[in-house]
């Protein structure tokens, strides 16, 4: 098993830049493909970002492709996601998910794939 706690989120205004972080314990990380998601109040769960165990796969929703940028340390057993030209639409708690992968370029973007997920960190984006 996999313990995830996620760093980073605040208040920014729009057009400006956050960076996350999703940290794990366990000397198992590797074996994990990682995923962002969000959620906003009275919404759906949203995906947002996964990256595969070792970091080859990565695969970005529509509403944040070329805005985000999903990366690892399996050294550090982290998962940074970086948030570039944040919106209003952007406001969400934000949440890293994993799941256990047998193939190093396994990804997957459905929420219900994921066994192991944070406690969510709230970003808001002023306009």
């Known amino acids: 098993q996999v313990q995830l706690v996620e760093s980073g989120g605040g208040l920014v205004q729009a057009g400006g830049s956050l960076r996350l972080s999703c940290a794990a314990s366990?000397?198992?990380?590797?074996?994990?493909?990682l995923g962002w998601f969000r959620q906003a109040p009275g919404k759906e769960r949203e995906f947002v970002a996964t990256i595969s165990r070792t970091g080859s796969s990565t695969y970005y929703a529509d509403s944040v492709k070329g805005r985000f940028t999903i990366s690892r340390d399996n050294a550090k057993n982290t998962v940074p996601l970086q948030m570039n030209s944040l919106t209003p639409e952007d406001t969400a708690v934000y949440y890293c998910a994993a799941t256990r992968s047998l193939f190093d370029s396994y990804i997957n973007n459905r929420a219900g794939s994921y066994d192991y997920w944070g406690q969510g960190t709230q970003v808001t984006v002023s306009s």
């Open positions: 366990g000397r198992t990380f590797s074996i994990y493909a």
